[in-house]
């Protein structure tokens, strides 16, 4: 992907369930969007079993040259 600030995050919905996906922009912006996505998720579900949730993932380091 071109640019930076790209972030991944997944949204783990019963265990099995998981959404995938990318945004790009600073961390706040892209955790509040994702939180909102989770919200309306959680809404949808409502009174049915599970929950949604966010799970973090730590950024990965790029190899260093040897």
């Not at 930076?4 to 369930?17: C, E, L, P």
């Not at 809404?43 to 190899?63: C, Q």
Request: charged letters at 25%; hydrophobic letters at 40%.
């Amino acid at each position: 992907m071109e640019g930076a600030d790209w972030h991944r995050y997944v949204i783990a919905f019963g265990g099995s369930n998981n959404i995938q996906g990318c945004r790009q922009g600073k961390l706040s912006v892209v955790t509040g969007a994702v939180q909102e996505i989770v919200a309306q998720l959680n809404e949808r579900h409502r009174g049915k079993a599970g929950r949604v949730l966010l799970v973090p993932t730590p950024k990965e380091k790029p190899a260093a040259d040897a």
